[in-house]
């Protein structure tokens, strides 16, 4: 049986380290639209971006693949996957879906409701910053982090898990409404003060009301329609 060294343990460790870095990199740059659906991106680009050899770009642009984000074309580079006609629709019906049944899940209970109301208001404070002085991935994220406050307070680590795949294509969205309208991020910031106050006060029934319809004008769809505008 061949025996691995010291020394080639280190160099595959090294090896895993760049990719994953190299992963997280470009993932980050395509879900905050700094790599735009619909662009071609080499290996040495990022290769040099990030100082590291092309072997673990390679790994890393393969395993993004897999998730969808990119499309390999051999000695041409990699595709971004631009944003598939109706992923918005299917993206906003199942936040409604989670997001609405994790807010019954506590809405009777005074005390987790006051500490979500908190903590989605410190969130607020966030997105005030970052509307005047963030990019719209800083944005983004805070926006995200806002929806994925609610979902966590539901209690459910299924659910949990399952939104926390929605949130990097919620990002990839609300990255380019605001990059598209940066007018949407006011607007964003109203609708999230008008979500918590329906929390406040305990009615689930207006919050799934008015995040289907937060979501349908943030990302351009025609109400109950399945439409883009």
């Given at each position: ?87 918005a629709e299917s993206v906003v ?88 309208d940066p007018g949407q991020i ?44």
């Amino acid at each position: 049986m061949h025996t691995l060294g010291a020394s080639s343990i280190y160099v595959v460790s090294e090896t895993k380290s760049a990719a994953d870095t190299a992963y997280v990199t470009v993932k980050e740059l395509i879900v905050s639209g700094d790599l735009p659906g619909g662009e071609l991106v080499s290996e040495g680009e990022i290769a040099s971006r990030l100082e590291i050899s092309r072997t673990p770009v390679r790994e890393a642009f393969l395993r993004l693949q897999v998730e969808g984000w990119m499309r390999l074309y051999p000695k041409r580079g990699a595709l971004v996957v631009p944003i598939a006609v109706g992923e918005a629709e299917s993206v906003v019906d199942a936040r409604r879906l989670v997001e609405a049944g994790s807010v019954r899940a506590f809405i009777s209970d005074e005390g987790a409701r006051n500490t979500v109301v908190q903590e989605l208001r410190e969130n607020l404070q966030l997105q005030e910053t970052l509307a005047v002085d963030g990019t719209a991935a800083q944005f983004s994220a805070a926006d995200a982090d806002f929806h994925r406050i609610v979902v966590r307070a539901g209690g459910n680590p299924l659910l949990d898990a399952f939104y926390d795949g929605l949130r990097e294509r919620q990002r990839r969205m609300t990255a380019a409404s605001v990059t598209r309208d940066p007018g949407q991020i006011s607007r964003i910031v109203d609708d999230h003060r008008r979500l918590a106050d329906l929390i406040e006060s305990g009615d689930a029934d207006g919050f799934e009301r008015d995040v289907e319809q937060h979501m349908i004008g943030v990302h351009g769809l025609r109400s109950g329609k399945g439409e883009t505008r």
